[in-house]
């Protein structure tokens, strides 16, 4: 009667949470040009909230530039507010029917707050996995009320979902320790690299002076 709790139905559903989880940090401003930063903004054209490259050609000519090719120029400027409403924090240039979107670079601050804003997506993904692990063990309390499942099944299936769970968990940690490496390498390529490099071309004038 095992058949009847089916594990695999849970470890989908945390698949998708890790999958949700990774498509939310990569829509993080972090100081690199990424198409996927636009994704959670929606443009309110022709009666309905639609998203931006389903309205236009979204690339990335440059490392920190996003261009947006608007297919219908009536749709621009409703494009343009989108962006400007939303919380990516960029002001768009507008040329004609073409959008571009140049990223400011990562100042420490901003690096900070990236720290906090993905470590608290980091939880809240990490709950999500807990609440389908709770789901996963009130069906087996169920089963097990309703003598669908024998005891040690039952004890079976929940160190199954257990192990899953703590699987995905240390997925998430992997995946948070990454993106915060990956943050600190663009704030550093991008704010203390430079200052190196001024510093370095003063000495070397001063040495031929």
Known sequence: ???????KNY???MDKSISSFKKDIS???TGRANVNMLDTIKVDVYGQLMPIDQLGTVS????????????DKS?????ESAIQKSDLGINPQIDGQMIRLRIPDLTEERRKDLIK??????EKAKISLRNIRREANEELKKKLK???ISEDQNKNFEKTIQKLTDLNVSNIEK?????????IQIWISSTILPLLWMAMAGGEEKGIK
């Open 117 to 122: 804003i993905l470590k608290n997506m980091g």
């Open 60 to 71: 990335v000519p440059e490392a920190r530039l996003i261009s947006i090719q608007v297919w």
């Open 175 to 183: 995946i948070l320790t990454q993106k915060e490496k990956e943050i």
């Open 11 to 13: 470890s989908s559903k």
């Open 75 to 79: 749709n621009t400027n409703l494009i």
């Open 27 to 29: 829509t993080l401003r």
């Open 1 to 7: 009667m095992s058949s009847e709790f089916n594990e």
């Open 146 to 148: 309703d003598k669908n």
